[in-house]
């Protein structure tokens, strides 16, 4: 019998792939996207000393976002603020297995504009 895998068991899949060779450093941390059906969060990490260096999500409070995609740029634009706060320009966008498609691409485009560079 042939096994099928989940949605989810492919997604992670794609992700253990595109992290084989992607990785943020102290100069160029990566910036991880996590989309779940109701929300959006996002991440700034330092893989080498594996810190969160900034992070902004939909179901804070301040932001009053939903996880679609006007609260996928309300989350990005708060995140690239936050960076800015913590000192950090460039990132490497890491969309998690995700399609670079509507929410997660909405929260790039935001981040983007907001003055990260990726």
Known sequence: MASTKS???LRQARHVRIRKSLSGTAERPRLAVYRSLKHISAQIIDDTTGRTLAAASSVEKDL???GNVEGAKQVGAKL???AKEAGITTVVFDR????FHGRVASLATAARE???EF
Do not use: H, N, Y
């Open 64 to 66: 009053s976002a939903k």
């Open 96 to 99: 998690g297995g995700f399609k």
């Open 114 to 116: 907001a003055g990260l």
């Open 7 to 9: 949605r989810t068991e």
């Open 80 to 82: 690239a603020e936050r």
